[in-house]
T-cell receptor, first 115, second 112 residues
Framework: NAGVMQNPRHLVRRRGQEARLRCSPM?????VYWYRQLPEEGLKFMVY????????ESGMPKERFSAEFPKEGPSILRIQQVVRGDSAAYFC?????????????FGPGTRLTVT | SQQGEEDPQALSIQEGENATMNCSYK?????LQWYRQNSGRGLVHLIL?????REKHSGRLRVTLDTSKKSSSLLITASRAADTASYFC????????????FGKGTRLHILP
């Protein structure tokens, strides 16, 4: 059973370009979470999605950021018109069910560098 | 402010010694989890302790939880070079069961 997969592992974008980060959850997991980790900091929750639904996007910046988890295919975190402050590691996690006691399995992360 | 805060921020010990990291949090929790992150890698789930549990073991790991003090500790016994990593505590807060909140982590360095 393959783990959570994220691609690309490293992404370099110039200011103003778009960044698309992909996350394939573990087989059988229908819940996906995105986190951002700034250098020397802990992870910050961004968004929680189930298939075709955004459940909680309270951690997402209101502008330029969007996320989706379509019925088929990976979850996508999209950052439009990137700025230097978007440079960070973005981690995706999946779980079989939400709620108490279900650990989240993390992918290796995508490291975004904005030049 | 952070829900979970690890202490110390950084720790260096000799191989073979025990390493203890602490985590404090602010609000009531459903459970508390510890994760490890090796440099440049994703997070690895280590152990989950529920709010009604006081202590849990997994191999060389021992986690305690004191809900009255809103604190947890992670003990790694007989440390090895491979234990060098950052360790994060994460709290699953009572009011929302669909996300967990991470602290800033403790950077553990095992000296040969």
């Amino acid at each position: 059973n393959a783990g959570v997969m994220q691609n690309p592992r490293h992404l370099v974008r110039r200011r103003g370009q778009e960044a698309r980060l992909r996350c394939s959850p573990m087989k059988g997991h229908s819940h996906v979470y995105w986190y951002r980790q700034l250098p020397e900091e802990g992870l910050k929750f961004m968004v929680y999605l189930q298939k075709e639904n955004i459940i909680d996007e309270s951690g997402m910046p209101k502008e330029r950021f969007s996320a989706e988890f379509p019925k088929e295919g990976p979850s996508i975190l999209r950052i439009q018109q990137v700025v230097r402050g978007d440079s960070a590691a973005y981690f995706c996690a999946s779980s079989p069910l939400p709620g108490q006691g279900y650990e989240q399995y993390f992918g290796p992360g995508t490291r975004l560098t904005v030049t | 402010s952070q829900q979970g805060e690890e202490d110390p921020q950084a720790l260096s010990i000799q191989e073979g010694e025990n390493a203890t990291m602490n985590c404090s949090y602010k609000t009531s929790i459903n459970n508390l989890q510890w994760y490890r992150q090796n440099s440049g890698r994703g997070l690895v789930h280590l152990i989950l302790i529920r709010s009604n549990e006081r202590e849990k073991h997994s191999g060389r790991l021992r986690v305690t939880l004191d809900t009255s003090k809103k604190s947890s500790s992670l003990l790694i016994t007989a440390s090895r070079a491979a234990d060098t990593a950052s360790y994060f505590c994460a709290t699953d807060i009572s009011s929302r069961d669909d996300k967990i909140i991470f602290g800033k982590g403790t950077r553990l360095h095992i000296l040969p």
